[in-house]
């Protein structure tokens, strides 16, 4: 034996590897590409990744230093993933270290290993007589429908329960009446032979949604990406769902990515009633020995279906056979720190990897994605009618100057919420803006309350007695007194959706109101709650922020009121139009669902604008359509390319030189935009700055952004800025 040289990616902002010592007594068992080794790292101690193994190295070796330890365990990233990472670091430009940092699980990232448990999981400890199983239906349904679902699943975990909206001590006290009992799940890689499909949930598919299931079942084994572009309920979960009976009964796993909070319990149901099989779930509402759990049920093949939001994209499976990308258009599937990867983006780049088909569903597609699909890339498919007598919503626009006013709401639209009520139907309003109020002055000299840090309006919260900068988080006690002129008359301007719901509970005693947004919803628990309260009509007038417009069904909203959407009409960002439809749309989509009409009104002071226009009369793919050649003739994604180097300081003049020292040379094919301050050019007390490189070809701007990076070793201000490149930015405003 002797001495092994590794090359190691340690999760440091540093783009290269690291070369190590492994001494003879620490190579057995022997070291395996893709294992975590400790390694000494300056004053510190590090985990890293092996990413190579070889017998000699170029440097010295008095110039090396030998790995402190190894963790030796199963958790290994496979050859498999690890090129996909390798792949996702150089197309994002990002240091590897940080790359296989993030997509590890944060239990597996640190020194001191926890005690890592084996997943458990529920399974029926007995077969109940009939009358057993009769009274427990009527004196503890909820513990009823967990005995049913468990008995179906044969296995379930915990975290599914909760995920569906189930209790801890519902589950606890059909353990004591020894109904159920917790295993451990099987550490040795198990099949899920016992797939079963639960045929009696299967609907009968129309024709257009056949259409698709079958050309996806086509691709079975090779690479394919197709869209589904189908208005809200025209049947894509339903696709997705037949879609995938083939990859399992297979034996391969399915990954399906949805949005942020799009994995309500609605959602998770359906694939429960559908499939007999071992689920994953990975979503914000889990704790790190949670996710854990599910990475290593991925790992070890015991989960057939993983199902979780944009970091699902990492969890290792042997054997995946499908991806589906569900609301692809959202804008929580691109990260906006650090690794700015987007999910769907890697997605495809995986799915290809493995020669797998992968499925992309929106009923607002992103224009990236419908031109790919329009020119012939993707396998296009349209799902252009709900099925039954569903129908869709119909759209109103209200302009807000030919009307009385009262906080924010037009006598037209109240009249109109009146009506819906006096029907027994729900209304649901649409403010995008959290809090009490977005500002307060003072009134006798007009002075404004600003976050110092941002120079922004701090948000007035009345609940909580603060204001809030929503840029920065910043707190402050709400003054009493003008700091400026000590009048005492400070009052809040405009409104946010706290103040909205008081107004609307004064308007409508009658009836109750219920508010949804981060605020709200901050609780472990309260969003599942809250849903369910208005899926039982315990609500009839709900207010909320975006977080409505994901996902969920709510079959007896009838009237969709969008309060004011004006902000977006006039933006400097070339795609604020391209979300406003989205958004628009798919807040629309909530509405009439079920076999009732519904209505979209939407108050605006522009009722002319063009982008409106063509929205209500034609609707989105015909907007989309005409964006994109907009889209064309500007250059501009998705048919130029471009990315974004940011950098910001405590003082403007940093970054600004910075960037600039970016410009002095010039690249093929390339054009450098800026330095330009950000949109918002101070927040948290930092200066923003701008640079956008923009290019005719993806290899072009690949090849800018490495010669780019090259340079910064020598820039000058390197040291004084905070910087970061964002390959396919989505959002300038940041
Ligand atoms: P989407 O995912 O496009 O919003 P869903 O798959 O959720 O649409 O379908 C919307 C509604 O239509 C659901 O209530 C679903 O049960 C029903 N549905 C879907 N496909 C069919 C079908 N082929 N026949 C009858 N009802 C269907
Ligand atoms: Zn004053
Ligand atoms: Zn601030």
Partial sequence: MQIQYIQVAIPVPMRQLFTYQVPIDLQTPAVHIGERVIVPFGPRELVGIVLSIDKQSEIPDSKLKAIKSRIVDSFHFDATLLSFLKRCADYYHHPIGDVLKQALPVLLRQIKQPDISLPTRWRCS????????????????????????????????????????????????????????????????????????????????????????????????????????????????????????????????????????????????????????????????????????????????????????????????????????????????????????????????????????????????????????????????QLLNRPGRSQTAKIELIDVAKQQMQHGLSSYLKTAIDDTLARGEQVLIFLNRRGYAPAITCMTCQWIADCQRCNKPYTLHRGQQLLICHHCGSQKRIPIQCPNCNSIDIQSMGQGTEQLELRIEEFFPDYSTVRIDRDSTRRKGALTKLLHEITNNKHQILIGTQMLAKGHHFPNVTLVALLDVDGALFSFDFRAAEHMAQLLVQVAGRAGRESKQGTVMVQTNFPEHPLLQDLVHNGYNHFAQYALTERKQANLPPFGFQALFRADANYPSYPEKFLRALTTNSYAGCELIGPVPAAMEKRAGKYRFHLIVQAKSRKLLHQAVWQLLQTIPKNDWQNKVRWSVDIDPIDLNW
């Fill in 126 to 381: 007995a077969s109940p007589q009939e009358a057993e199983l009769d009274s427990l239906k009527k004196k503890a349904s909820k513990q009823f429908e967990i005995f049913q679902l468990i008995n179906k699943h044969q296995s379930i975990t915990w975290v599914e329960l909760r995920t569906l909206g189930f209790s801890k001590s519902q589950l606890t006290a059909l353990e004591n009446k020894n109904l159920v009992e917790q295993y451990q799940s099987s550490p040795v890689t198990y099949q899920w032979q016992q797939y079963t499909l639960n045929e009696e949930n299967k609907l009968s598919l129309s024709l257009e949604q056949a259409i698709i299931v079958t050309a996806i079942k086509q691709t079975h084994d090779e690479f394919a990406c197709h869209l589904i572009d189908g208005i809200t309920g025209s049947g894509k979960t339903e696709v997705y769902l037949q879609a995938m009976e083939k990859v399992l009964a297979a034996d391969k796993q399915v990954l399906v990515l949805v949005p942020e909070i799009g994995l309500t319990p609605q959602t998770l149901n359906r694939f429960e009633q559908r499939f007999n099989v071992p689920i994953g779930l990975h979503h914000s509402g889990l704790n790190d020995n949670e996710r854990l759990q599910t990475w290593l049920e991925a790992q070890r093949g015991s989960a057939a279906i993983v199902i979780g939001t944009r970091s699902a994209i990492f969890t290792p499976l042997h054997k995946l056979g499908l991806i589906i990308v569900d609301e692809e258009h959202d804008g929580s599937f691109k990260q906006q720190d650090s690794f700015r990867y987007h999910a769907r983006d890697i997605a495809i780049l995986r799915a290809r990897q493995l020669n797998i088909p992968i499925v992309l569903g929106s009923a607002t597609p992103s224009l990236e994605t419908l031109q790919n699909a329009l020119v012939g890339k993707y396998f296009y498919h």
